[in-house]
């Protein structure tokens, strides 16, 4: 009797306890993956006057690494000789100690007015998902033939000569490395001391605009730090540097809270990388400005985007800026605008912008008429040259 319950007791506890074998420590669930993901729109701003290789986003921080996009409007030279595809690259900007497994997706963002059936913009036959284990810092990888430049001209991808990237990430870690390893979150020092100057807390000074009701509490330190010309009015012997009031009458309030923006936190605010008049306008008075007080990084962010902004009526006014401030790469850009094409020559020579050029640098204004006329000259010669050549 007591052998058959003893059977009776082991066929319940094999039947309805099964014992588990341990896991195999090779093996790996889809619970001990963690995947961080994150995503970053690169607004490619003046397309059609991209001269140079390529453009790069600013970092963007997923999985505990930085990233950046990486895109090439006329290819990459090595894979695409004829320049007729773009190519986009996905780059991790961050030192690694192993392996970053990466899995992301590259689409262009469209106008929903353009696009309406999908509501968002985003169109879908340019949409490719790839997965790449990056080994080192700055190791990419990505598409040499991401989208064609006849396809962008036909799906009006181009709004206002801006072309918009959109990138979903999703960086892919074991949970064992993501327990062990503490995430640090990016600086916050750009926020912290944009919340004093917005605050004006323990602020020493004062500025004055003069001709306006505006008054600004700043930091001297922040001014002198970031400025030259500040450092010699607060720091040095100069009666500016005792007192509690500083005036300044060449520089307007909306153009002087721009610069203190900057001052403050190494950057413009996004309003200023819009292709709008406002945008394009604010940039020339606040080239003027970071000239004025020598912030050489501000100022050649204002040429960057004054070069992306050159049409027929903004040549002449931005050409004058450059002479007038002796700017070799911004005066080099707005030539080559206006030789590029000589259809639109008369046209800027009826703008407000090169009657004030000829005005402050006539020999420059003289300059660009002579060489216009030659080339219009050769240009019809060479017409008459083959018309002839086509009757005989």
Known sequence: MSIYLCRLVDYLSRSFFPTRSPPSAASKTSSDVVVRTG????KVVGHSLIEDTRRISECFHVGGYDWAVCYYPNGVASSIPDGQFASVFLM????????????FTFS???????????GDGEKNNIHVTLTHSFISKGAKSGLDKFVSKADLAALEYLKDDCLVIKCNLEVIGDRENAIGSIIVPPSSLNTDLRNLLETGHKADLTINIVGSFRRFKVHGCMLAARSPVFRALLCG????????TLSIDDTDADVFELLLYYIYNDCLPESMDEATEEATNMAQHLFVAADRYCVERLKLMCESKLSQSLDVKTVGFILDLAERCNCCQLKAHCLSYIERNCNRWPAIEETEGFAQLNVNHPLLAQDILAKARRRSKNKRNRKKSGNKLQKK
């Not at 991790?92 to 899995?103: G, H, N, P, R, T």
Request: hydrophobic share 35%; net charge negative.
């Open 39 to 42: 995503e970053k729109l690169f």
């Open 92 to 103: 991790l900007m961050s030192d690694c100690e192993s392996k970053v497994k990466a899995s």
């Open 108 to 118: 262009l963002l469209q106008d929903p007015a353009v696009s309406p059936a999908t």
């Open 237 to 244: 012997s100069m009666m500016e540097s005792k007192q509690s």
